[in-house]
């Protein structure tokens, strides 16, 4: 079975300041990671995949399989990146489609 | 834009009280998902549905059951509601890997 762990529930950063969120899996197969984001009042949204490896808002995130991580970066932290980060876990070879989520990390960035 | 629905943003039901949640999506997807929002606890995975009909048991499927008899709608029953079911339940569809979900509807059982 596979598992993600987000260590911090609460990130909080001054704006300008570099943030980022942890994310750790176990897995023993190939994972697809995810990182989804709820900003407030609106519904949960994809923000990247490690897949894509692209960049989206500023955030990047790259797949460690060595250190079984994948963590959330962004140099530069705005106002506006307020929101609940949830890093999530798909096993490639699952034809359901299901993922599993971490514990979520609220991150708030101060003026 | 995939667009998934659910019919409620805010019940409150006494315990005891069967529940129904309602889900539609309108992307033609066959894969949907019951999950429940706790802080701390992150998302679970309560029921999948790959096909009209067919459902799977997620991580916390106790208490609950549900129904697929179109693909467009997945619904969720809480068959007698108790107050450890107050939660945010989110409903999503998939496709490739992604998932798309509703606003959410906040349930507090009373």
């Known amino acids: 079975a596979q598992r993600v762990t987000q260590p911090e529930k609460l990130l909080s950063v001054f704006k300008g300041a570099p943030v980022e969120l942890k994310c750790n899996y176990s897995?023993?197969?190939?994972?697809?990671l995810f990182w989804y984001v709820q900003y407030s009042r609106q519904r949960l949204q994809l923000l990247l995949r490690h897949i894509s490896r692209e960049s989206i808002k500023g955030f990047t995130a790259d797949l460690n399989k060595g250190e079984t991580s994948f963590h959330l970066k962004k140099p530069f932290a705005q106002e506006e990146d307020s929101a609940m980060y949830y890093c999530a876990l798909r096993p490639l070879n699952n034809a359901g489609n299901m993922l599993t989520f971490g514990g979520g990390t609220r991150l708030m960035v101060k003026p | 834009d995939v667009k998934v629905t659910q019919s409620s943003r805010y019940l409150v039901k006494r315990t005891g009280e069967k529940v129904f949640l309602e889900c539609v999506q309108d992307?033609?997807?066959?894969?949907m998902f019951w999950y429940r929002q706790d802080p701390g606890l992150g998302l679970r995975l309560i029921y999948f549905s790959y096909d009209v009909k067919m459902k799977e048991k997620g991580d916390i499927p106790e208490g609950y059951s549900v129904s697929r008899e179109k693909k467009e709608r997945f619904s969720l029953i809480l068959e007698s509601a108790s107050t450890n079911q107050t939660s945010m339940y989110l409903c999503?569809?998939?496709?490739?890997?992604?998932?798309?979900f509703g606003s959410g509807t906040q349930l507090s059982v009373l």
């Open positions: 999503a569809s998939s496709e490739q890997g992604l998932l798309f």
């Open positions: 992307m033609d997807h066959e894969n």
């Open positions: 897995y023993s197969g190939s994972p697809e």
